[in-house]
């Protein structure tokens, strides 16, 4: 059975304010989510978690002439039933987000125990 995709308020609103520069983002986007779970040998795992199933994978910017190595970075987290969409940033950017912010954002929404 497939999982479910769902998305933190947190990441709404980033992927909002990026859409405003990337008139393809959400089409990019609903191809992501679509094909995300069969994509999963290209998932990484998040580096300072701990044990917290936290993945990032690449999705491809069709506004760039790059695909997916001038993309987006997008941070999930991933329980049994639901695949939930955690932050998402500009490769380009160069920097990652720090393991403890993403928690900090899963304990906020109630995923993940606080410690």
Do not use: C
């Given at each position: ?12 609103r ?13 089409s ?21 978690v ?9 999705m491809?910017d069709?506004?760039s ?5 001038g993309?987006?970075?997008?941070y ?9 969409l ?15 912010a993403?928690?900090?954002a ?7 125990p606080?410690?």
């Amino acid at each position: 059975m497939a999982r479910q995709v769902r998305a933190l308020a947190d990441f709404e609103r980033q992927l909002k304010k990026l859409s405003k520069n990337r008139y393809q983002l959400l089409s990019d986007y609903r191809d992501f989510v679509v094909n995300l779970e069969a994509s999963r040998q290209q998932w990484q795992r998040v580096a300072g978690v701990g044990d917290a199933p936290l993945w990032t994978a690449r999705m491809q910017d069709s506004s760039s002439s790059r695909g997916k190595s001038g993309g987006f970075r997008i941070y999930f987290f991933v329980t049994d039933a639901v695949i939930w969409l955690v932050h998402i940033q500009l490769r380009k950017d160069g920097k990652t987000v720090p393991g403890w912010a993403l928690l900090r954002a899963l304990k906020l929404a109630g995923l993940w125990p606080s410690k």
